[in-house]
DNA sequence: CCTCCATATTTCCAATGTAAATTTTTCTTC
DNA sequence: GAAGAAAAATTTACATTGGAAATATGGAGG
C-alpha cells in the first residue's frame, strides 16, 4: 500500500525509474555505451540494485524494449485513427514505423537486436505482436490482400512489413543516405510500391503455402 | 622479403589469419562473445598481438565486416550469371543475398550494425558498395525501372533492396518464423511485389507496370 | 515494540579492451 | 657478415564492466 504515489520502499518505484532512465542513456550514449552501472548512477543507486527488478542487464534492457514497442504502436496508431481503411491509412502507419525508427534509433536497434534482451519474455513477446498488429491489420484492408490472394494474409503482411522494417533499418545504419535535415529521400508513400504480383506467380495460382505462423494468436 | 610464400615475421599474415580466426569465432559463439582475447586465443597469440595489425577491436571487426561484403557479393553473383537479365536474374541475386544471410547470420549482423566497425574505412565502404551494386545493376535491367519511372532508378534500388534487407533481418531476428528446417516460409519470388506503381503516382506518368494490381481494376 | 522480508548496499571477482614498457625477431644498411 | 633500426609480439598494468555473495536498511504486520 503506497502512502504517497511516490514513495514506497527505499527508493520509489525503482523498476520504472530505471527503464527510464535506461531509455534516456540509451538514446544518448548509444547502444553501445549503457551499462547497469551508468544507468543505475542516473538513478542514484548502486549498480546491483536492479537485480531486484530485472534479471540482470539483458532483464533491464528487455523492459525497455517492451516500452519501445508499446510506444512505437502507438506512433502507428496516431495517424491511422485519422484516415479510412485504405491507402492512406497505410500510408499513415508506414509513416509512424519510420518516424518512430528515425527518431528512436538506438531504442529501436534494441527492440530488434535479439541478443541484447530476451526474447522470450512474455511481456515483450505481447507488446512486439501488439505493434506488428497495427501494421497487419491495416494491410488486412487493401485490395490486394482481398481473399485468394497467392500465398494467403502472411504473404501480404510480411511483404509489407520486410518493406517499412528494411527501408527503416537501412536508413538508420546510413546505407541509404538521408537528407540534410534527416528526412529520409523518399516518403513512404514514394518507397510503397503497388504489392500486385508478378504474372507468373499469378499464373500459378493457386500455390499451396502452409507454413505461415509467426508468433501464434 | 618472404623465404616462403607465407611466412614473414613471427607468426606468418597474422592479419589474415585474425580475420579467419574472427569469422569462426563469430559464427560459433556469435556477436556479443567475440572478443579480442579470444580471436587471440584462437591464433594462439597474446591478446593485444592484434593491435599492430588492426585498429582495436572495432578494427578487427571493420575487417571482418569488410572480408563479409566480399562473400555477400559473390554469392549474389553466383546466381546472377546464369540468367539473363531480367525477374530471373533479379530472383537469382535476391536468393543469394536471402541465402547469405541466413547462413552467415551474425557476420550479416555485424556488417550491418555501425556500431561494431569502422564506418568510415575505405575498404569497408569500397566492398559495400561493390556488394549492393550486384543488386542495383540487376535492378536497372527490368522493365519497371525503365527511363520514367517516377522517383528515378534510385527510388526503385531502394524499394528493392528495403524488401530484401528487410526479410532477411525479421527472419534472421526471429520475428518471422522459419520452417523447422531453417528455410524461410517464402521464397524471395514468392514474397517479391510487383513493384509497380501506386494509381495515384503512376496516373500521370508514361510507364505504368501492367498487371501490378491482382484481379481488380 | 519486535520480527520478517523485500529492498538496497558493500565487497569481491572474473573478464574485457586498451595503453605502456619490454623483449624477440626480422629487415636494412654498411 | 655484423650492427643498428624497425617491426612484431609479449608482459605487465589498469579502468570498466556484469555479476555473485554477504550484509545492512527500513517499512509492514503482529
Redesign the interface.
Known amino acids: 500500500m503506497l502512502k504517497e504515489n511516490r514513495k514506497k520502499y527505499h527508493h520509489g518505484d525503482l523498476k520504472a525509474a530505471l527503464v527510464e532512465a535506461g531509455l534516456a542513456e540509451l538514446e544518448e550514449k548509444?547502444?553501445?555505451s549503457v551499462s547497469l552501472r551508468s544507468i543505475a548512477a542516473r538513478v542514484g543507486v548502486s549498480h546491483t540494485a536492479p537485480k531486484n527488478h530485472f534479471d540482470g542487464l539483458r532483464g533491464l534492457l528487455t523492459a525497455m524494449a517492451t516500452d519501445g514497442f508499446r510506444r512505437h504502436a502507438a506512433e502507428m496508431q496516431r495517424g491511422v485513427e485519422d484516415h479510412p481503411p485504405g491507402?492512406a491509412r497505410l500510408d499513415a502507419a508506414c509513416n509512424g514505423y519510420l518516424r518512430f525508427a528515425l527518431e528512436n534509433p538506438e531504442l529501436f536497434?534494441l527492440m530488434?537486436?535479439?541478443?541484447?534482451h530476451l526474447?522470450d519474455d512474455d511481456a515483450l513477446k505481447q507488446a512486439?505482436w501488439a505493434s506488428?498488429s497495427v501494421l497487419r491489420d491495416v494491410a488486412h484492408g487493401l485490395?490486394?490482400d482481398?481473399a485468394?490472394?497467392?500465398?494467403g494474409p502472411?504473404?501480404t503482411e510480411?511483404?509489407l512489413?520486410?518493406?517499412?522494417?528494411?527501408?527503416?533499418?537501412?536508413l538508420i545504419?546510413?546505407?541509404?543516405r538521408r537528407e540534410d535535415d534527416g528526412a529520409p529521400?523518399?516518403r513512404m508513400?514514394?518507397?510503397?510500391?503497388?504489392?500486385?504480383?508478378?504474372?507468373?506467380?499469378?499464373d500459378n495460382r493457386p500455390?499451396p503455402?502452409q507454413?505461415?505462423?509467426?508468433?501464434e494468436d
Open positions: 548509444g547502444l553501445e491507402k536497434k530488434f537486436t535479439s541478443r541484447f526474447s512486439g506488428y485490395d490486394w482481398k485468394g490472394a497467392p500465398g502472411w504473404r510480411w511483404m512489413w520486410s518493406l517499412v522494417h528494411g527501408y527503416a533499418m537501412l545504419d546510413g546505407e541509404i529521400p523518399f508513400d514514394e518507397i510503397m510500391p503497388g504489392f500486385g504480383y508478378f504474372p507468373d506467380v499469378i500455390k503455402f507454413g505461415q505462423r509467426r508468433g
